[in-house]
């Protein structure tokens, strides 16, 4: 599957902004560490900026990551979902043993 010249382009140019955004929010967190350091251990409301932080990083290099698998062309397959549904299997027929028993009378 061929695409246009000016799709490509925008691809490559949406990765490079991913990647500019996944290094700078690495170098603003590791150029600032001692401030980082100082309002995450304060507590009070304090306590929710790492979380803060860790959806941040995880969205912003997620966001990264998948683009550059997708311009490697590695992408999740698509399947119907005929194909995932699970198939009912026959169940064999279980019969009544038919051996003959020990009785006491």
């Known amino acids: 599957m061929t695409q246009s010249p000016q799709s490509q382009s ?6 490079a902004l ?3 955004a ?3 929010i690495y170098a603003a967190l590791f150029a600032n560490e001692a401030t980082v350091t100082k309002f995450y251990t304060k507590g009070s409301f304090y306590a929710a900026l790492p979380v803060l932080t860790a959806f ?3 969205i912003i290099h997620g ?4 683009q550059c698998l ?3 062309g590695i992408t999740a397959s698509k399947s119907t979902i005929a194909s995932t549904t699970i198939k ?3 169940q ?3 019969k009544k043993d038919q051996r003959a028993r020990l009785t006491v009378n």
């Open 56 to 58: 941040a990083f995880s």
């Open 22 to 24: 996944t290094v700078g």
């Open 63 to 66: 966001a990264f990551a998948g």
């Open 18 to 20: 991913l990647a500019a």
């Open 88 to 90: 009912k299997q026959k």
């Open 70 to 72: 997708e311009m490697l």
């Open 92 to 94: 064999p027929v279980v």
């Open 10 to 15: 925008r691809k490559w140019l949406k990765t």
